[in-house]
């Protein structure tokens, strides 16, 4: 596999699981905090979790790609 893709698919899945973790556990501690009233719609917390990992990778993808600067 080229390095490139090594690189992408690293940075961004770890970026995603770092985000879809932090959104796990705010929604276990405190789910009035992102708008549940009482239980977890399942829904909502896909929704929560996809959107917490996806700006997570996009921001360790761009860390990583700063980093990458001579």
Same mark, same amino acid.
């Given at each position: @596999? *080229? !390095?490139?893709? !090594? &690189?992408?698919?690293?940075?961004? +899945? +770890? /970026? &995603?699981l770092i985000g879809a973790f932090t959104?796990?556990?705010i929604a276990a501690q405190n789910p009035e905090i992102l708008g549940h009233s /009482?239980?977890?719609? *399942? #829904?909502?917390?896909?929704?929560? #979790? &996809? %959107? &917490?990992? %996806? +700006?997570? %990778? @996009?921001? +360790?993808? /761009?860390?990583?790609? @700063? /980093?990458?600067?001579?």
């Amino acid at each position: @596999m *080229p !390095r490139l893709l !090594r &690189f992408l698919i690293w940075h961004l +899945s +770890s /970026g &995603f699981l770092i985000g879809a973790f932090t959104a796990l556990v705010i929604a276990a501690q405190n789910p009035e905090i992102l708008g549940h009233s /009482g239980a977890i719609e *399942p #829904v909502a917390l896909a929704m929560q #979790v &996809f %959107a &917490f990992g %996806a +700006s997570f %990778a @996009m921001g +360790s993808l /761009g860390t990583a790609l @700063m /980093g990458k600067i001579d």
